[in-house]
């Protein structure tokens, strides 16, 4: 059986983002058809064929890029073996470029989102962002397969790295579990969090980055009707500066309307699960989104979506079924900032209204929402279709 060995800094129990999401699964179903291993950053796991790598001693209070480095040395030598090796995201890119150069093996790389478009980075990192950007460079334009997790962002990629060849640039969306994900009409969390189940709400979830557009959607929450719930589950902020950025945008939107509800640590999923469940819309504002799982979780879940109209979520979100997309003009400078902020706003604002004020039409997208997941983002295909990729590269 074909040994595949799928190189992650996230892995269940620590999963903070849609990357280790999508590991989780993807591992789950390959299971089935392959012989799978796990290379991840942290404490150990107790699951079979999963390997934890800690920091090294040595880099103790470098820069954080360059201790991501460190733990992709590693995990390249605990490779060994594979038929092939599969990295996702930059935080492990580098790893899965040295096991192939070392182990002489093919390499196969998913890119859930790119460097290049992601230049706020830099304050996160220093100079640390000229590694991560090495990191990814690298081994995109030396994999021997790219995984884009849409259309959208194959063309980020041939865009971002011109001299990757198209050809070994293929489509695999995200997917997502509907067993797990589906309407929890309970009511135990959302009382605990002081949601009143008797007036509309606006559900964000998400972390605290400058690619979730979370300001963004505060700004917007101004205009909308007064009855509305503002529920944001929006926690492990990538700044300090941005965490109070928020904090004040958040306490001036609590000064002027009440139901305003920020939960700043990250819920078990089932919890979230229940909320979004309640929910009359999700708001997914993102100014860069290869994808957004986040969308999906939503659509599982029978709820309709407002969301930004960038990179990979049209291909996700069906606009005026599923919900409604907002569109935005965007600066070429690679920040993905909206060209006028202030109309971006507005039409966030003028989208969520729509639904809050039709709860009839927003229950038909909500419907409409968990058929589309259910029909077109299982992880039973992704697995197979991940596979054949695998077997491409052999």
Known sequence: MLRADLISREY?????????VHLEYLA??????????????????????VIAYPEPAELAGANAALRTMGVNLAMAQGCAGADVVH??????????????LLHGVPHVLTTHSLEPLRPWKAEQLGGGYALSSFCERTAIEGADA?????????????????SVDPDRVHVIYNGIDTELYQPDRGTDVVDRLGIDRNRPSVVFVGR????????????????????????????????????????????????TRDGVIWVQEMLPKQDVIQVLTHA????????????????????????????????????????????????????????????????????????????????QLAERMGKA??????????????????LEIYRTVL
């Open 208 to 255: 605290i980055t400058r690619q979730k557009g979370l300001p963004y959607l505060v700004r917007a929450c101004k205009e909308l009707p007064a009855d509305a719930q503002i529920i944001l589950l929006a926690g492990a902020p990538d700044t300090p500066e941005i965490l109070t950025e928020v904090a004040s945008l958040v306490a001036d939107l609590q000064k």
């Open 280 to 359: 009359t819309v999700f708001v997914c504002p993102s100014i860069y989104e290869p994808m957004g799982i986040v969308n999906l979780e939503a659509m599982a879940c029978e709820t309709a979506v407002v969301a930004t109209a960038t990179g990979g979520i049209p291909e996700v979100v069906a606009d005026g079924e599923t919900g409604v997309l907002v569109p935005i003009q965007q600066l070429e400078d690679g920040t993905g900032t909206p060209v006028d902020p202030a109309r971006f706003v507005a039409d966030l604002a003028t989208a969520l209204t729509r639904l809050l004020n039709d709860p």
């Open 12 to 20: 269940p129990p620590e999963v903070y983002g849609g990357g280790g």
């Open 369 to 386: 929402g968990r058929r589309r997941a259910v029909e077109k983002f299982s992880w039973s295909r992704i697995a197979e279709d991940t």
């Open 146 to 162: 790219i995984i884009a997790v849409s259309g959208g962002m194959r063309r980020d990629v041939l865009k971002a790295y011109p």
């Open 28 to 49: 789950r179903d390959l299971r089935a058809l392959a012989d799978v291993r796990v290379h991840c950053f942290g404490a150990p796991r107790d699951e079979p064929g």
């Open 87 to 100: 990295s996702h995201t930059w935080y492990a890119n580098f790893a899965g470029h040295t096991a192939k």
